[in-house]
DNA sequence: TTCGGTTTGTAATAAATGTTACGTATGTGA
DNA sequence: TCACATACGTAACATTTATTACAAACCGAA
C-alpha cells in the first residue's frame, strides 16, 4: 500500500530504478496530527519523503518561540533535512505532522550516491531547492513588509488552499505560535476580519470567506 | 589577470577541466560601487561567479522598498539566481555592487549542461544552497525574533566583519534602507548605541567598538 | 445539571516602531 | 568666506504590536 504511493506521489519525478531502490532502503513510518517529526537540534540521518499529508516546518529559537516557515505536501520533501544533513548536520528547524502523514526516509548516505549517480534524483534534489527557495523568500517578504492582520489573513487563506475545504479548526492560541505572536493579538485581528466579512468565526473554527 | 582570479578563488572547489571551460564561455564583467548588478523582474540569463569584492543581495517590493538578505563575496555564487534561473527566469531579488567588484558570468546553458557532467560543478552549486539557506533561515530568524536595536547592531557587526575594519562609511539613511525602516529610526537607535558606548559615530562614518 | 477546564472577548496599558517637522552641523564649490 | 546641499539630532505625535488582567461563553465529564 505505502509501495503504491511512492509510485503514484513520486514517479512523474523519479526513474523506476531510483523507486525500486527507495523501497529496499527507505523506512517507512507514520506520523499522528501534533506528533514532532524532527526538533531543533536534533542530528539529521535521514531524508523525508511524504506521502501522504502535510507537515508543518517551524522554525524554533531558543526560548520554545515558533514561527512558521512552510508546509510540506504529499510529493515533497525537505530541502531544510537536505541543507543540514550536508553541513553542520543538526536540524535548525522542528517539523510537525499538521495532520495524520506517512513519510519514506531514506538515509543520508544514498542521498549523497543517488546525486551523483542518478539524475531524475538530482532534478528532484534541484526542484526541490528551487521550490523551497522562493517560499522562503515568501516568507522574508510577509516578515519584513506585511502587517499582522494582513499577515493573518494570508495565513488562513493558505490553510484553506492547503485543506481543500472553507472550514478551518483551529484555536487562536494556535494560530499565535505559528505567526509568533500572542493570542490576544490574533483574536483581535480575527474580530476585525469578521468585521470585514472576511471569515466568520466560532469556537475551535474559522471559515474563510474570500 | 581576471584568469588568475578565477584559479585563485575556484581551484579548491572546480576541477581543471571546468575552469577552463569558463574561462572560455564566461565573460567578465566588472561593476563599480553602487552599480545594479541585476534587477527586480530583470530576466536571468546568467549565472555570476564572483571573482572579487563584495554584492549586497536585496529583496526589494513593488514600490521600491527594499530589505537586504545577504552579502556575496569573492568565491561565491548567486544561489537566487539558480533558482529563478531554473524556474520563472525572472529575477526576485536586485543586486547591487557594495564595492568595485569583478564577476564571471555563465550563461545559463551551461550551468544546466555541467550540473549534470561535472561532479565538482556539482558539488559547488549544492554546497552554495546550503550556504544561503542556511542564510536565509538566518535571516528569517533576524526578522521574526529580533528587535530593531539588536537588528542594527547584528547588520554593523557584520558589516565590520565582511569589511575588515572598524570603521564603516554609511550614512544612516542607507542603513534605514537596508534594514527596511525610516533614517529617523536608524539615527534614534544609533545615539543609543553609542550611549551604551558600542559604537562611536560621526558624519559619514561609523566605528564599531564591540 | 453542575463543576471545571478550555477557549474567546475586551479593556487598559505599555512598549516599539513609524512619521512629520524642523533645527543644527558639516563639507564643498563658487 | 559665503551659499548651498547633504547628513544628522531631536521632539512631538500616530500607529502597531505586546502584555496583563479578567470576564464571559462553551463543552465535556461526573
Redesign the pocket.
Known amino acids: 500500500m505505502t509501495n503504491e504511493l511512492v509510485h503514484q506521489k513520486f514517479h512523474h519525478i523519479l526513474d523506476e530504478t531510483l523507486i525500486k531502490e527507495i523501497l529496499e532502503v527507505g523506512l517507512f513510518r507514520h506520523f499522528s496530527k501534533d506528533d514532532i517529526i524532527i526538533d531543533v537540534d536534533q542530528p539529521l540521518k535521514y531524508i523525508p519523503l511524504l506521502l501522504s499529508g502535510s507537515i508543518k516546518i517551524l522554525r524554533g529559537d531558543d526560548e520554545g518561540d515558533d514561527l512558521l516557515i512552510y508546509f510540506l505536501e504529499a510529493g515533497e520533501t525537505c530541502t531544510m533535512s537536505l541543507a543540514c544533513c550536508m553541513g553542520t548536520t543538526k536540524s535548525k528547524i522542528r517539523a510537525v505532522a499538521e495532520i495524520d502523514s506517512y513519510l519514506v526516509m531514506i538515509p543520508v548516505e544514498y542521498m549523497q550516491k543517488w546525486f551523483h549517480s542518478n539524475e531524475s534524483w538530482r532534478n528532484f534534489i534541484l526542484e526541490s531547492y528551487q521550490t523551497r527557495f522562493n517560499e522562503m523568500l515568501e516568507t522574508i517578504d510577509t516578515l519584513a513588509f506585511?502587517?499582522?492582520?494582513?499577515?493573518l489573513l494570508k495565513y488562513l487563506k493558505n490553510k484553506v488552499m492547503l485543506h481543500d475545504s472553507n472550514t478551518l479548526d483551529?484555536?487562536?492560541?494556535?494560530i499565535a505560535e505559528d505567526?509568533?505572536?500572542?493570542?490576544?493579538?490574533i483574536?483581535?485581528?480575527?474580530?476585525q476580519l469578521?468585521n470585514e466579512h472576511k471569515i466568520k468565526?466560532?469556537?475551535?473554527?474559522?471559515e474563510v470567506l474570500v
Request: charged residues 40%.
Open positions: 506585511m502587517k499582522m492582520d494582513e499577515r483551529t484555536k487562536h492560541q494556535d505567526l509568533h505572536t500572542s493570542r490576544v493579538v483574536s483581535r485581528l480575527l474580530k469578521e468565526i466560532s469556537r475551535n473554527k474559522i
